[in-house]
């Protein structure tokens, strides 16, 4: 049992850094095309937004209502690294206490 509990936090972890890579990555994209220097008309640029966007949007959204609006600064995606790496601990914490016991 404490087996499959090991690698299931380990899955989790695993994923929670592929989430935390795509988000850092929207973040950087977002940044670019506000600042003109990748343009939404590019086909590539476009589409690769539009699949984070799609990936991302389902986690953001519900931090988005729970937070007060900031104006145009956007903390969502720093509050979902933080909660999900909090997470991880916890998950974590529990499984080194259900081995010690």
Known sequence: MTVFLALLIQILSYLVDII???VIVQFVLS???????????NQFVSAIYTALNALLEPMLRPIRKIMPNTGAIDFSPLVLIVGLNVLIMILNAVYRSAVVY
Do not use: D, Y
């Not at 940044?31 to 008309?41: D, P």
């Open 20 to 22: 935390v890579v795509l």
């Open 31 to 41: 940044l670019l095309i506000s600042f003109n220097v990748v343009n939404m008309h």
